[in-house]
Nanobody
Framework: QVQLVESGGGLVQAGGSLRLSCAASGRSFSTYAMGWFRQAPGKERVFVAAINWSGGSIGYADSVKGRFTISRDNAENTVYLQMNSLKPEDTAVYYC???????????????????WGQGTQVTVSS
């Protein structure tokens, strides 16, 4: 069993930055593909970014390309989401997720992930 704990959310003005962290328990973190998703009020949860086990393969939703950066530190069992040039439409609860399949694939669908964190709120004011 893997536990994921997000942190780093908060209130920021448009144009500002935040860095989210997701700390994972367990010894197998370095083998997991990781992802970030977000859910805005009244909307479905959607894909934001993904990173494979080594960090050598990364993918982003079009809405965040060029503004968000996903990274990971396997020694620290942590995945990050650096968010720059934030917009009010980025307001959402952000979730990290882990996929335990071995390999170098990226995953962008909710159903492909095995473990989820509890989420952290990001609010961007205009």
């Amino acid at each position: 069993q893997v536990q994921l704990v997000e942190s780093g959310g908060g209130l920021v003005q448009a144009g500002g930055s935040l860095r989210l962290s997701c700390a994972a328990s367990g010894r197998s973190f370095s083998t997991y593909a990781m992802g970030w998703f977000r859910q805005a009020p009244g909307k479905e949860r959607v894909f934001v970014a993904a990173i494979n086990w080594s960090g050598g393969s990364i993918g982003y939703a079009d809405s965040v390309k060029g503004r968000f950066t996903i990274s990971r530190d396997n020694a620290e069992n942590t995945v990050y989401l650096q968010m720059n040039s934030l917009k009010p439409e980025d307001t959402a609860v952000y979730y990290c997720a882990a996929n335990r399949q071995l390999g170098s694939n990226l995953y962008s669908w909710e159903r492909e992930y095995d473990y989820w964190g509890q989420g952290t709120q990001v609010t961007v004011s205009s």
